[in-house]
């Protein structure tokens, strides 16, 4: 009885095996569903909008398409586990700047010039020289550049007039305004927290100061006496920020402004639109934008997200075609037109209904005409990490600007 | 007529019936565990496309204990764990025995209010305290305002105050199950020691300390393996809150590996960093579930 019941038992396990192989065959081989285009970016009311847009590809194209939108914590991790394992999940990958060369260097990517000519409408002319020029490596284009940003100065007009300030565009007139509204109880809004965000800003002060990462060697100098003046100038920058801002990232700062709490702020331009937005924000229409405050001259550090085909894409020449048409002159106005987002697109730069309906844009053009990256190489992610916590340190008193500048160059240089 | 199994075959059946969770285990933990304990004696770089990188035998390991930022990290996550599980036991233990005091449906209310927050993801739990501690934004803040406390408070901006509010807000989180397992412990506690407590003239305090404590030195065990490792293992909480810092205040090992990997994309060394945590767990914590077989046994 029992050695029957154990032979069934066996039976069955080998019966459902089987059975369970030749269906999933069955599905490979018979399944008459069209492919879909699959993208993958971080999620967001940006990417809920592009969601919407994905379907007038579809419409127009007859190609399916979705969007996978996660929450950008995530995105690196996700992206490289599908492509190093080559699933052929993602045929679009939604990539940062920084992470790109890496992305090339893993074989993740496949380059896109043999689909220049073969797709109907695309001009590699109409994109942002600067970031195309970032994109290329070895002599072949890895991505389209669409999304571009930037720290950007937002401030209240009405509170800075009735306080009879100037909007600051110089370090010393920042201050001079940050103070001032410090002693009135609130002061500037910062995105101090432990983060990009703060690195990001630092470095746009640096450059604005002739410093920089790397001295005209190429090696680590982070010890510069101009770089110490921006550190510096950070540390007292903070001490006349909102309370609460060395915990605060981009979103923090842009609700602070957003409501009317801050009467001045650091913010990031892909955020700006939000405070023009007359639905949500309690300053539209009253908000100025100028570049980050300069010292010597204005600069920025530009980050901007590309599209990039997937190495292991089962349908790259389509998944071209979305990525053109997504950063297609006409998209990217709707996008930006919608949201408020910066294009990689040259000519949207002065488009007279964008400009009308974003003021914050003359600002980031401004900028972006001494824009500098982060570093690119495969060093540059300890460095960042570095600068993060002697950032914070410097902030919050836990070390001195000599000392958090000392230690990042005691841990990096080495690599360099 | 009885039927007498075959031995052989009744033990057969056993591991049979077994294998689906044995293959579970292998699966997801075994393996994985085999895996980054490989990972962690090379120089693997995640995302980097070059395979598993030069093999480095324990340099990892080595490297640990040579890392500032590591020991500081170590520290933290001591702190952390020390704080949380004390705060959330003495909370969760006199809850647990003030509610056994009460009407027993007055009690079924309260608990099931207490016990909210077991409902929320981690994750939530970190962007509620992260706004309850905002100083323009936050309850936390405008409630010190009004005591004339809020120069004192540093809140989540300063190293010193950091940890104890994160600290705070796992105990808000993690008190709930504490007071569950703790009440579950209290029920068996058989009436007539109490009563005969009452007769000899003891009186709440004694009876909590000679009798309810030591009835629930196994349930506390319990707890402690279990929370103890999930204190020590601590991310989301943290991740959500502060990132780890300000100035590193509050990163603790599960946020250093997890920085080490994904974004500086040292996989060997986050591997290690990773098995080190697992093994200060099982040191630091499993010891007390020895507690917990031992008075089994002693019964």
């Known amino acids: 009885m029992f050695g029957k019941l154990m032979r069934s038992c066996l039976l069955l396990v080998l019966l459902l095996a089987g059975l369970s192989g030749a269906w999933a065959k069955g599905a490979q081989e018979g399944s008459k569903e069209p492919f879909r285009l699959v993208t993958s970016r971080w999620a967001g009311p940006h990417a809920d909008f592009q969601a919407e847009v994905l379907k007038k590809f579809v419409a127009e194209t007859g190609i ?15 992206q490289t586990l599908n ?20 992305y090339v260097k893993s074989g993740y990517l496949r380059p896109l010039n043999e689909y220049f000519g073969s797709t109907a409408g695309f001009d590699l002319n109409s994109y942002n ?104 100038f950070w540390k007292t920058l903070v001490q006349y920020s909102m309370e609460g801002s060395t915990n605060w990232h981009w979103d923090e700062v842009n609700k602070a402004i957003q409501f009317g709490q801050a009467p001045i702020g650091i913010t990031i331009s892909g955020l700006a639109g939000f405070l023009e937005d007359p639905a949500s924000s309690k300053v539209a229409g009253n908000v100025g934008f100028l570049p980050l405050p300069y010292n010597k001259q204005v600069a920025t550090i530009l980050s901007f997200w590309s599209w990039a085909v997937t190495a292991d894409s089962k349908h790259p020449a389509e998944a071209f075609q979305l990525a053109a048409w997504l950063t297609s002159a006409k998209v990217e106005k709707e996008q930006s037109i919608a949201n408020g987002q910066i294009s990689a697109v040259a000519s949207l730069f002065n488009d007279k209904d964008l400009v009308a309906k974003y003021s914050f844009l003359p600002a980031v053009g401004l900028a972006l005409a001494n824009a500098h990256t982060q570093p690119l190489d495969e060093n540059a992610p300890k460095l960042a990490e570095s600068m993060m916590v002697a950032l914070s340190s410097a902030a919050v008193g836990a070390a001195t600007p000599e000392a958090a500048l000392e230690q990042v160059q005691k841990e990096i240089a080495p690599l360099y | 007529m009885r039927r007498v199994l075959n031995r052989p075959r009744v033990v057969a059946l056993g591991y049979l019936l ?43 390991f080595v490297r640990f204990f040579a890392d500032a930022t590591a020991l500081k990290a170590l520290q933290v996550t001591l702190l952390f764990s020390a704080g949380a599980l004390a705060g959330e036991l003495f909370l969760g233990i006199l809850i647990a025995v003030l509610l056994d005091k009460i009407s027993v449906r007055l009690a079924g209310i309260l608990r099931a209010i207490f016990c909210v927050p077991l409902l929320v993801s981690p994750i939530i739990v970190g962007l509620i305290w992260r706004y309850m501690y905002d100083p323009t934004f936050g309850l936390v803040y405008a409630f010190f305002s009004r005591i004339g406390l809020r120069s004192f408070f540093g809140g989540l901006s300063s190293p010193a105050w950091a940890l104890l509010c994160v600290i705070i807000a796992d105990i808000w989180e993690t008190t709930p199950f504490i007071l569950l397992v703790i009440t579950s412990g209290l029920a068996v506690i058989p009436e007539e020691l109490y009563e005969a407590a009452r007769i000899d003239g003891a009186g709440s305090t004694r009876i909590f300390f000679s009798i309810m404590l030591p009835m629930l ?13 999930d204190a020590f293992r601590v991310f989301d909480i943290i991740y959500a809150l502060t990132g780890g810092g300000p100035a590193n205040s509050t990163l603790s090992l599960s946020i250093l590996a997890f920085k080490e990997g994904f974004v500086k994309y040292q996989m ?31 019964r």
Not at chain 2, 217 to 229: A, M, Q, Y
């Open chain 1, 83 to 102: 492509m190093s394992s080559k699933t052929g999940e993602y045929d679009l990958v939604w990539v940062a700047e920084v992470w790109l060369p890496g």
């Open chain 2, 268 to 298: 060997g060394y986050a591997m290690a960093i990773s098995l080190i945590t697992m093994i200060l767990v099982v040191g630091l914590f499993g010891s007390f579930s020895r507690v917990s077989v031992r008075q089994e046994r002693t």
């Open chain 1, 129 to 232: 020289p600067s970031m195309l020029k970032i994109n290329t490596i070895n002599g072949k284009v890895y991505a389209l550049p669409t999304f571009a940003q930037c720290a950007i100065v937002a401030y209240n007009k009405k509170m800075l007039a009735d306080a009879g300030l100037q909007p600051p565009q110089t370090w010393a007139d920042t201050l001079k305004v940050a103070k001032y509204f410090k002693d009135q109880g609130t002061g500037i809004a910062l995105p101090a927290k432990q983060g990009m965000a703060a690195v990001d800003v630092w470095a746009g002060l640096a450059y604005s100061n002739d410093g920089g990462y790397f001295d005209k060697n190429g090696k680590l100098a982070m010890t510069s006496p101009e770089n110490l003046q921006t550190m510096k």
């Open chain 2, 18 to 60: 077994i294998l689906p969770a044995f293959l579970v285990i292998l699966f997801v933990m075994i393996i994985p565990l085999a895996t980054g304990s490989a990972f962690s004696l090379f120089d693997f770089k995640f995302g980097s496309g070059q395979g598993l990188g030069r093999f480095l035998f324990l340099k990892n």
């Open chain 2, 217 to 229: 030195v196994k349930v506390i065990s319990v707890v402690l393996v279990i929370r103890g490792g």
């Open chain 1, 64 to 78: 399916q398409a979705k969007q996978d939108a996660i929450d950008y914590g995530q995105l690196f991790q996700k």
